[in-house]
């Protein structure tokens, strides 16, 4: 007999918008940071994935109100209601150079996840589930691997004023999609987390070493509040520009104290 698990989707209340944060010029939603490429040192565990579309084209690729099958159901634990984030591995999409002298260049290359969206459970029996994709950063792929959803509590900055910390200094990663240059109100990665003592609202002040590392004053780009901290690495939202930021530019940390002239 043909295995059918079947789904009403019509007439399902969606999840309320989570309210915003007025950080920099534009409102943040947590949305907007959880769809943030998040470079990784170690590669994630990828337990559950989706295994396929509940579409007769057999489609591979999932927007909005599509329904992806994932093999695991009920013995597993899964239940209805339950909420996922669709993600994927990139290998090597962010390569980042430091130096430790004005011409020893170290260039690091870190694997980024890319989240791809948030599904919802619909529907369940013992050895499948369907989930229904309810937003999207990009399209969900077959094969993607799922995790329960953990949408960031977005802080209230630390106040402004401080100096920057010069003997930390962090180095801006990438963005949405691998963005490697960024504007106001955009969220970006550096390689600072919880285990170096970051937490959500710290203030950064970046610059950029315009002479390639020949000791020649740092020029100062911008600033941004960290709005997301895993182990080894943060989020943060760009609240000032003076210039474009960029992938390698140079994160320092403003802590208090009298302000630099």
């Known amino acids: 007999m043909r295995y059918v698990l079947a789904v009403a989707i019509a007439g399902m209340a969606m999840p309320s918008t989570v309210a915003g944060q007025s950080l920099g010029p534009r409102t943040l939603l947590p949305m907007h940071v959880l769809c943030t490429d998040l470079p990784v040192t170690a590669p994630p565990g990828m337990g559950l994935t989706i295994e396929g579309a509940q579409h007769p084209d057999g489609r591979q690729a999932l927007g909005i109100g599509d329904v992806a099958v994932v093999r695991a159901g009920t013995a597993d634990g899964i239940k209805v209601g339950e909420r996922f984030m669709a993600r994927r591995l990139l290998r090597s999409q962010a390569t980042v150079a430091s130096r430790r002298g004005p011409y020893d260049a170290v260039r690091t290359a870190y694997d980024s996840v890319h989240t791809a969206g948030v599904l919802t459970v619909v529907a369940v029996d013992e050895r499948f589930a369907l989930a229904r994709v309810e937003r999207a950063c990009d399209t969900v792929l077959v094969g993607d691997y799922l995790e329960p959803v953990a949408l960031p509590t977005l802080p209230a900055p630390a106040a402004a004023g401080g100096r920057p910390n010069f003997e930390d200094r962090a180095l801006v990663l990438i963005g949405v999609d691998q963005r490697k ?37 740092l020029v100062a780009v911008g600033d941004a509040v960290v709005v997301d901290v895993s182990e080894s690495m943060a989020k943060a939202v760009v609240v000032r520009v003076v210039d474009g930021v960029r992938t390698g530019d140079v994160a320092v940390p403003v802590v208090a104290g009298p302000a630099q002239p």
Do not use: K, W
């Open 181 to 217: 240059s960024f504007g106001d109100g955009d969220v970006l990665t550096i390689n600072r987390g919880s285990s170096h003592g970051v937490a959500a609202g710290a203030r950064f002040a970046i610059y950029r070493d315009p002479a390639q590392g020949l000791r020649l004053p």
